[in-house]
């Protein structure tokens, strides 16, 4: 009996469960906005604006003090159309369904997937928290646990944290960890796959991913003794002024640095956390003959008199800045995460007109396009296989990077 034709249909629903399947990072975060951009024909930089859960301070007495609504507001926009490129012939079409996905849809699918979790990687750039030591292989349970302590800190919530490796930061601790308190299970496991996997420390599942990326540090004189130039005294700031730098020395997007004096609060309690806050820098700043008039970071500058406190002081003038890792260098920014930290959305595009066929499938919040033509001259059927995504740190002090 003769094998049926592959329709466009059943071609692009196993085109999504791959697609699905073989993310990483992207798979653990939050997609809980996909229906607002479900809707025909979502247009490239559609954006939605997302409400934050409000803060207030807690007041003792008998007497009501009424406060006002502290609301803030963060944006996730599809902006972004990734897509990739597939041809096959008739004959191809008579395969059976799981031999066509094995020989022609997995191996470019899989690439889209990598693409799409590598591009949203890149949230590392807007968490300000971090642990571990650049230039080192994260090995320890110490590392892992610290991710803990920064989430903790900053009353994230204890469900729900993912962690997401490169191949060596796996490597490391599996082989760190091997053994050490770990049920027969457990062990049993990483073994035989060598990752770490599921319930390990607390974590629902530490993932490897070679979709990891790196940064690479600002440039800057390892002899330069940062200073920040200037007290900064205004609530909700959310750049200040630095000096001691050499040149036109940068401060790089997602470059992390602490100001001595300047500790992490609660945000429940509003009380120091002990630790340093950390910042990240948010733009590009680059110094007049080593003075930086205005580096742009991340989180907005609140002490403890404001409900959104995230600072226990003010920047003092002249206070000592270190910046994390050595100047011009790039390090691996694996990803620590509570899994709303992170919010991935995807949008509907439009099935053209004029075309030999197209088809659009969702599942699990993830909407992929497959258009196909025709080539009669050389019987072969060149197909694009499309999806309109976006991605955005809503809640950054859910998620820390693990340095390697």
Known sequence: MSNSLLTIDMITRKALAIFENELVLTRNVNRAYDDSFAVEGAKIGSTLRIRLPDRALVTSGAALQVQDDNEQYTTLAVSNQAHIGVNFTSAELTMQLDDFADRVLKPRISQLAAYVDNDVANAYKAIYQSVGTPGTVPGTSAVLLAGHQKLNEQAAPQSNRYATVNP?????????????FNPVSTISRQFKTGMMGEGV????????????????????????????????TTQGATSLAIDGGTGSATFAVGDVFTIAGVFSVNPQTRQSTGSLQQFTVTALATASSGAWSS???????YTPTSALATISAFPADNAVVTVLGAASTAYPQNLIYQKDAITFATADLLLPQGVDMASRQVHNGI??????????????????????????????????????
């Not at 930061?169 to 960890?177: I, K, T």
């Open 168 to 180: 060596a930061a796996n490597a490391g601790l599996v082989e760190g960890l091997k053994g050490l």
């Open 295 to 301: 580096v742009s970071v991340s989180p907005a500058m």
């Open 367 to 404: 909407s992929l396009r497959v258009v196909r033509q025709y080539d009669i001259n050389n019987d072969r059927m060149p197909c694009r296989i499309d999806v309109l995504y976006g991605y955005s740190t809503i809640r950054p002090q859910g998620a820390a990077r693990m340095w390697g």
């Open 201 to 232: 420390l607390g974590y629902d599942e530490i993932n490897m991913s070679q979709s990891i990326v790196t940064h690479t540090t600002g440039s800057r004189s390892a002899t330069d003794t940062i200073l920040v130039n200037g007290a900064v």
